[in-house]
C-alpha cells in the first residue's frame, strides 16, 4: 500500500481533482487519528460521513465548503463517530441527509447508545445500486453489510474511487460487533468488493487511502479466515471462552481494546456456529467434531 499523509486536523487536503478529506478532531483508539468527512465536487459538492457532533469539524467543513452548494450529505452507517454531524451540516447547508438506514435500539443491540447515533433522521435512504449525482460527480451505493447491518460504502466512477467507510480501513482491520456485526456478511460484502474491476483506490473513513485495493481486500479476507483457524484449534484445547480465547490470539492488544477483539472473536463464533462448526453450553464454546 502506497501512503499519503494523514491531513492535520480540520484542514482540507485535496486528494484528487473531485475529492477532499477534512480530518476530525476525534482520535482514539478505536478511531485511530480520527475521522476523515469527504468532499467530492468542484462548484456542487457531496459531503460523504460528516462525523461526530462536535462544532469544531462542522466550522471546519463549513470553511471547506466556502460557500459552495452541497445537494447531498451521505452516510456509510450510523456510528457515532460518522453520522451525528449530518443534522447540524444539513441546517447550515440546505442539503438533504441521504444514505444508510437508520437503526433502532432493537437492531443495534444493548450498547447501542454508546456506539450508534440513534437519533439519525435521513431524508433518503440508498438501496444498493441507487445514485446520487451532481455536475461532475456520481456516487453508488454499494451495501456492504458486516461492519453494522446498515453499512454503505459508494463509489465514484469518474475517478475510480470507493469511499469504504469502516467496511475496510487503512490502518486496522474492522470491528465486527455483534448483534448487529455479522461476521458472515462481512466476510461476504469482502467478497463482493473482490468482484468488482473498475475501483483503483479506497478513501476509508479511518486510516491512509488504499492505492492497491484489491490486494488489500485479499490480505483482509486471509487474516479473517486466519483468525477463525486459530479459534478452532483454541477450541480443540478446551480453551472456549472468549476472555481466554482473547488473551491468546490478542497477545499485546492496549486493554482498551479488549472489548472490541471479544466482539470480533463472539461473531467468528457465531458464524462457525451457524455453519456447525461449533456449539454453545453456558457461555463455553466447543467444536461438534
Known amino acids: 500500500m502506497d501512503i499519503i499523509a494523514d491531513a492535520p486536523t480540520g484542514l482540507a487536503m485535496a486528494l484528487d481533482p473531485l475529492v477532499t478529506r477534512v480530518l476530525a478532531p476525534n482520535p482514539s483508539p478505536f478511531t485511530y487519528t480520527g475521522t476523515q468527512t469527504y468532499l ?29 452548494r452541497v445537494t447531498a450529505i451521505l452516510c456509510t452507517h450510523t456510528h457515532r463517530d460518522h453520522s451525528p454531524a449530518a443534522a447540524p451540516l ?21 450498547r447501542a447508545d454508546a456506539a450508534f447515533d440513534t437519533g439519525y433522521a435521513p431524508d433518503r435512504v440508498l438501496a444498493d445500486g441507487d445514485r446520487v449525482s451532481g455536475p461532475d460527480w456520481t456516487l453508488v451505493a454499494v451495501a456492504t453489510p458486516g461492519h453494522t447491518s446498515n453499512h454503505l460504502c459508494f463509489a465514484l466512477p469518474e475517478s475510480g474511487a470507493l469511499f469504504c467507510g469502516d467496511h475496510v480501513m487503512g490502518w486496522s482491520t474492522t470491528v465486527v460487533a455483534p448483534p448487529d456485526g455479522d461476521m458472515a456478511a462481512y466476510m461476504a460484502s469482502l467478497d463482493k468488493l473482490m468482484a468488482r474491476e473498475d475501483d483503483r483506490i479506497y478513501f476509508p473513513a479511518h486510516g491512509e487511502p488504499i492505492e492497491k ?54 461473531a467468528h463464533l457465531i458464524d462457525l456456529r451457524d455453519r456447525g462448526l461449533v456449539i454453545e453450553e453456558d457461555g463455553v464454546w466447543k467444536t461438534t467434531a
Open 213 to 266: 485495493p484489491h490486494r488489500f481486500v485479499r490480505g483482509l479476507i486471509g487474516h479473517r479466515k486466519q483468525r477463525e483457524g486459530q479459534i478452532l484449534r483454541l477450541l480443540k484445547a478446551d480453551v472456549g471462552a472468549v476472555p481466554a480465547m482473547v488473551e491468546r490470539m490478542y497477545a499485546g492488544l492496549d486493554p482498551r481494546l479488549n472489548g472490541a477483539a471479544g466482539r470480533s472473536v463472539l
Open 90 to 110: 444539513r441546517a447550515a447547508t440546505g442539503a438533504p441527509i441521504i444514505g444508510c438506514a437508520p437503526l433502532t435500539l432493537e437492531d443495534a443491540g444493548p
Open 40 to 68: 467530492v465536487g468542484t462548484s456542487e459538492l457531496a459531503v460523504i460521513d460528516p462525523g461526530p457532533d462536535d462544532p469544531r469539524h462542522l466550522a471546519a467543513l463549513v470553511a471547506a465548503i466556502g460557500g459552495r
